[in-house]
């Protein structure tokens, strides 16, 4: 379940890129490409999601992104 609720996440995530991107292309989110890919994998490519893989995301990636967003809400 707690797998599943982190894949969810990370969807969520990967849509709302996919969006912003879609709204403004200039936007400011390193890795933005990247993040709408690993969406598309987590949807498409379930029987070949790899925890370790995701944890890596979790551990690195995502506390660049919170940073990322929480400067660009500052703007």
């Not at 690993?38 to 370790?52: A, P, R, T």
């Not at 995701?54 to 990322?68: E, N, Y």
Request: aromatic share 4%; hydrophobic share 45%; glycine share 6%.
């Amino acid at each position: 379940m707690l797998r599943r609720g982190i894949e969810r996440e990370l969807e969520i995530i990967g849509e709302a890129v996919n969006r912003i991107l879609k709204i403004n292309p200039d936007i400011e989110i390193s890795e933005a490409r990247r993040i709408v890919d690993l969406k598309n994998w987590v949807i498409h490519g379930y029987d070949k999601v790899d925890d370790v893989i995701i944890w890596g995301i979790i551990s690195r990636d995502i506390p660049k992104l919170k940073k990322q967003v929480d400067r660009l809400l500052e703007k």
